[in-house]
C-alpha cells in the first residue's frame, strides 16, 4: 500500500539552527500539507501546497518556516532559526482529490 | 478562528465497556472527518460524514453527523485493547485548500 515517508524520524537541533524535515508523499497525489502536534496536544494545520504554491498557511507558519517541491518527489518544510517552542511533532500529508489525507510517520523534532 | 470541541478529554474503560466521543462546533460544518491515533503513531483515517443526519458503521464503530451539521459523534460498542489510541474529528473548512482543522482529539484507555 502507498504510503507518505519522512525522514528522520528523530532530529535533535540546537536553539537557532536550521532544520529541513523531508517528506515524500503518495506518488500520484496533488495536495501536500504540514501538520505539527506537540506533546499530548491536538494537531495543527501548519501550510498547504498546491501546484507548487502555497495555498494556504496559518498563523504559526512565519517568515521562519518555508516549504518547497525541489524535484517531482519531494516536499520539504524548512525551519530557519529553531526555537524552543518548534519542538513537537511535524506530520506531513497528502491526498489526492478524494477525501481522505494520507499523514507520514512524523518526524519527532527537539530543539535543545 | 475556527475550532471544533472534542469531549472528553480522556475516557478509561475496562474491556467490552462502550465508548463515545463528541465533537461540536459553533458554525456549520462542510463535513466531518474522524481520525485514530495510535500511542506514538500518525493520524489514520476512519471515515468522512457529509449529510445531515448521516450515520454510518464499521464493524463496532458507529460514526453520527448531526441533523444542523453543528456536531459529530463517534460511538465504540464493547472495547477491545486494539481499540486504545487518541481519537480525532476534524474539519476540513468551507476554504476547501483541503486543509483540516482537528478538534482537541479524546485519547482512550482500555483496561483488559
Redesign the interface.
Known amino acids: 500500500e502507498p504510503e507518505v515517508t519522512q525522514t528522520p524520524s528523530h532530529q535533535v537541533t540546537q536553539m537557532g539552527q536550521e532544520v529541513i524535515l523531508r517528506c515524500v508523499p503518495i506518488s500520484n497525489h496533488l ?1 501536500f ?1 504540514w ?1 505539527r502536534q506537540i506533546l499530548g ?5 501548519l501550510v ?1 501546497f ?1 501546484n507548487n504554491e502555497i ?2 498557511k496559518s498563523e504559526i507558519f512565519d517568515d521562519q518556516f518555508s516549504v518547497e517541491r525541489p524535484d517531482g518527489s519531494n516536499f520539504t518544510l524548512k525551519i530557519r532559526s529553531t526555537k524552543l517552542e518548534d519542538s513537537a511533532m511535524y ?1 506531513c500529508a497528502s ?1 489526492l482529490e478524494a ?8 518526524t519527532r523534532l527537539t530543539v535543545v | 478562528g475556527q475550532q471544533v470541541m472534542q469531549i472528553p478529554q480522556y475516557q478509561h474503560v475496562q474491556e467490552g465497556e462502550d465508548f463515545t466521543t463528541y465533537c461540536n462546533s459553533s458554525t456549520t460544518l462542510s463535513n466531518i472527518q474522524w481520525y485514530k491515533q495510535r500511542p506514538g503513531g500518525h493520524p489514520v483515517f476512519l471515515i468522512q460524514l457529509v449529510k445531515s443526519g448521516e450515520v454510518k458503521k464499521q464493524k463496532r464503530l458507529t460514526f453520527q453527523f448531526g441533523e444542523a451539521k453543528k456536531n459529530s459523534s463517534l460511538h465504540i460498542t464493547a472495547t477491545q485493547t486494539t481499540d486504545v489510541g487518541t481519537y480525532f474529528c476534524a474539519e476540513p473548512p468551507w476554504s476547501n485548500t483541503g486543509k483540516l482543522i482537528f478538534g482537541q482529539g479524546t485519547t482512550l484507555q482500555v483496561k483488559p
Do not use: I, L
Open positions: 495536495y500539507y501538520y496536544q491536538k494537531v495543527e494545520f498547504s498546491y495555498s494556504e506530520f491526498r477525501v481522505e489525507a494520507f499523514f507520514g510517520q512524523g
